[in-house]
């Protein structure tokens, strides 16, 4: 019977360069946890290691597939472990370049086993995952559909890691930094690069105004724009009288970097 798992997840005059920092710091939990709910009968006085190593990689490569090849997935369980309830024993996988170790335990006295995940598996998932979120998170800011993302292949899973993922879209690099929340996999991440946040170019635009006493509420549309070079958008301004103007705007380049101006005729 094969083993079952559970998943446990510039400014002078009109011109002004912008940074690009996302007020949004998403915590995200990551699906990490892997284990056997099924467990099968060997009907002998020992272990058979060559069974429990079957079991184990059949449902690893199903449920691996998308983040290991199943031909780079193997088992090795100690050989001659005696029958004995409740008794346990680890076996070694090798998943890649990732190490991982499967614990066995004993049910009874006749050989029925059950098998869990218990070291590793958050370091082979945790890259998939993120890229996955990260992919989302993108194509629900920016409108595209199914975002190709990269992440380092290898991360150390450590409290307060952090790393960074990037994503082309239509030729801009867009980039996320991540930041591990704990050792279990809970990552907040954040845009940092490739995007023009409208929220923080009207903060520097009201600035501008003020420096020029103007005191102004300016309004720059979509939240989260992609960063393309020669792009042109506007923003809207409402003085303290209820006065409206225009102010044209146009990046420069992926960092965010923009050029922006009051229409000549609303100057």
Known sequence: MAGCMRWATRARGPWYPIGVQNLLFRPVFLVLLLAASCSFSLGSKKIDSKKVETLIKGTLDKKLAGNVDPAKISIECPKDIQIEKDATFNCEVTAGEHKLVATVTQQDDQGTVAWEITDGIVELTIRSGTQDLVSQYIDSSLGTTGASV??????????????????????????????????????????????????????????????????ATVDCGSP???????TTFTCNAVDSNGQTATIDVRINDESGDVNWKLRANEK
Do not use: M, W
């Open 224 to 230: 989260i724009r992609l960063s393309k070079p020669g």
């Open 150 to 215: 990269e992440c380092p292949e290898k991360i150390e899973i450590k409290k307060g890691g952090q790393f960074e993922c990037t994503s082309v879209v239509d030729g801009v690099t867009v980039r996320a930094h991540v930041e591990q929340q704990n050792d279990q996999g809970n990552v907040s991440y954040k845009l940092v690069g490739g995007v023009v946040f409208s929220e923080k170019l009207g903060i520097i635009v009201e600035a501008e105004l003020g420096a020029q006493k103007v005191k």
